[in-house]
């Protein structure tokens, strides 16, 4: 069974660009969700995408946005990059949104933005 | 809107005894609660998950109790080892209005002395 990967692991880019992170959830998962993690602190949920539709979202602008493909592997998108998007990127996945079950995290991706 | 707080913010032991990790919640109308590890700069592994109408969950050196009606939960960790040493984080199953999500604590910094 292979579990949840993100790619890629780091990336630097500078303020006002755009970027793109990629994940692809657990064999068996059709759910993912998007956390942010800046250093010290815990993850803050994002958004969470089920079956392709977005299912739920947290305080974040929209200048964060996602995709989720048939294949249930997801996009987090973010545009006007500033330097407090610099974090830890995570992405979950569980086996369905309708029944609350156990999140697998992936490695995540370390965004600095400079 | 959920909360979660995590006690001590650090703790540093000598190999070998047991201690106790303790989270808060504020709201305690919980689906589940999931205490996670983190190591340095990298993704959280999944420890132990507790349903809401469960008391407590054990995996080998770790057991977690959750009390749901008064916003506790505790980890305890026995025989402390120093490949023990990592960030401890509790999260919490609820919803909110823009949907159901992990809510996360801050974390306990873990450092066992050899």
């Known amino acids: 069974e292979t579990g949840v990967t993100q790619s890629p692991t780091h990336l630097i880019k500078t303020r006002g660009q755009q970027v793109t992170l990629r994940c692809s959830s657990q064999?068996?998962?059709?759910?993912v969700s998007w956390y942010q993690q800046a250093l010290g602190q815990g993850p803050q949920f994002i958004f969470q995408?089920?079956?392709?539709?977005?299912?739920g979202r947290g305080n974040f602008p929209p200048r964060f946005s996602g995709l989720q493909f048939p294949n249930y592997s997801s996009e987090l998108n973010v545009n006007a990059l500033e330097l407090d998007d610099s974090a830890l990127y995570l992405c979950?996945?569980?086996?369905?949104?309708?029944?609350?079950?156990?999140?697998?995290f992936g490695p995540g991706t370390r965004l600095t933005v400079l | 809107k959920q909360e979660v707080t995590q006690i001590p913010a650090a703790l540093s032991v000598p190999e070998g005894e047991n201690l106790v990790l303790n989270c808060s919640f504020t709201?305690?109308?919980?689906?589940?609660l999931q205490w996670f590890r983190q190591d340095p700069g990298k993704g959280l592994t999944s420890l132990l998950l507790?349903?809401?109408?469960?008391r407590e969950q054990t995996s080998g050196r770790l057991n977690a109790s959750l009390d749901k009606s008064s916003g506790r939960s505790t980890l305890y960790i026995a025989a402390s080892q120093p490949g023990d040493s990592a960030t401890y984080l509790c999260?919490?199953?609820?919803?909110?209005?823009?949907?159901?999500?992990?809510?996360f604590g801050e974390g306990t910094q873990l450092t066992v002395n050899p």
């Open positions: 709201d305690s109308a919980i689906y589940n």
């Open positions: 979950a996945s569980s086996q369905d949104a309708k029944r609350i079950n156990e999140q697998f």
């Open positions: 507790i349903q809401s109408s469960q």
């Open positions: 064999s068996g998962h059709n759910t």
């Open positions: 995408y089920y079956r392709e539709e977005e299912n």
């Open positions: 999260a919490v199953w609820g919803q909110e209005t823009s949907g159901s999500r992990l809510t």
